[in-house]
């Protein structure tokens, strides 16, 4: 394995206090770049490492192989054009398959709710766009019923972080196409069901599969579903909204209709005899 390590001096920039000081790369015969880490000023730092490898990379290829096959982890994700300010991290945008984070001495992942324009040109300052390249993030997914900006509830990371202001601009970054996906389970039991009849509003349907699983992809809107399985189980309808949500996910619960013998005798009183009630079913 091959080691290099190259000083910068990087004083200069978008963030002069915060900058790489150095960069060390590791090279493994016959693969090339496996791992990357770069260091700042402030101890912050990044790594990329290799992960799953698939292609050769050639030896002098400085730039990580991301597009080409190879699976990569990162311990820390890429930010645009954020800010960081001591232990508080705000105005940067996370899109990334892996948005785990570093979280050695952060604290702070919002500033003060502020008027300016934000990284993904919102209106107003405050925590970070936290996204997912499929639209799923939960920047992506929050409500904004007030259409401010910034996610109605807080971004829980861990037990000690948390970003109570996150950005979001559900207009312009939800896609067209939602999802409404979930299980069929027996109420009592809670297996899941396979064949069950669903459908949404009347105008789409769907069977839920082995595992009892069913989607639907449909449009942002108000949907009411019913699901229909044998005669021993009654009809379950439940309603959804896709509105300000890229993915919802409701299971549905059926209960099953009550089955048995009934025993015993019934006897039948005739109107026109008094007292007359010695006729039996039974």
């Known amino acids: 394995m091959i080691k290099t390590r190259q000083e910068l001096n990087i004083t200069t920039g978008y963030y002069p206090d915060h900058h790489e000081t150095a960069i060390e ?30 292609i050769t990379i050639p030896l002098e290829t400085d730039y990580l192989p991301m597009d080409i096959g190879n699976k990569w982890k990162y311990e820390w994700t890429y930010y645009e054009y954020g ?22 001495s952060i604290s702070e992942w919002n500033t003060t709710q502020t008027a300016s324009t934000n990284i993904i040109g ?20 929050c409500t904004n019923t007030d259409d401010d900006g ?43 069901i396979s064949g069950v009849t669903l459908s949404a509003n009347s105008t789409h349907s769907t069977t839920t599969n ?24 009654y009809t379950n309808t439940t309603t959804v909204s896709t509105i300000g949500q ?6 549905i619960e059926l209960i099953k209709k009550l089955t048995g013998n009934i025993t015993g005798s019934v006897t039948i009183c005739l109107l026109n005899k008094e007292n007359d009630c010695s006729f039996s079913l039974f």
């Open 83 to 104: 800010r960081s300010e001591g232990n508080r991290i705000y105005n940067n945008k996370f899109n990334n398959t892996n948005n785990s984070i570093l979280l050695r």
């Open 150 to 192: 910034i996610c109605d509830s807080p971004y829980v990371l861990d037990a000690n972080n948390t970003d109570y202001l996150p950005l979001t601009s559900i207009n312009t970054i939800l896609p067209p196409i939602r999802f409404i996906n979930s299980t069929v389970i027996d109420s009592i039991n809670k297996t899941s």
């Open 246 to 251: 890229t993915v919802v996910w409701r299971d």
């Open 25 to 54: 790369k590791w090279y493994a015969p016959d693969t090339g770049l496996i791992k990357v880490t770069v260091y700042f000023n402030d101890g912050d730092y990044d790594i990329g490492e290799l992960e799953e490898y698939n």
């Open 210 to 233: 082995a595992t009892g699983f069913y989607s639907f992809a449909v449009t942002e809107g108000t949907y009411d579903l019913a699901a229909t399985y044998d005669i021993i189980y």
């Open 122 to 141: 919102g209106s107003l300052f405050g925590g970070n766009f936290w996204g997912y390249p499929n639209g799923t993030g939960f920047s992506q997914t």
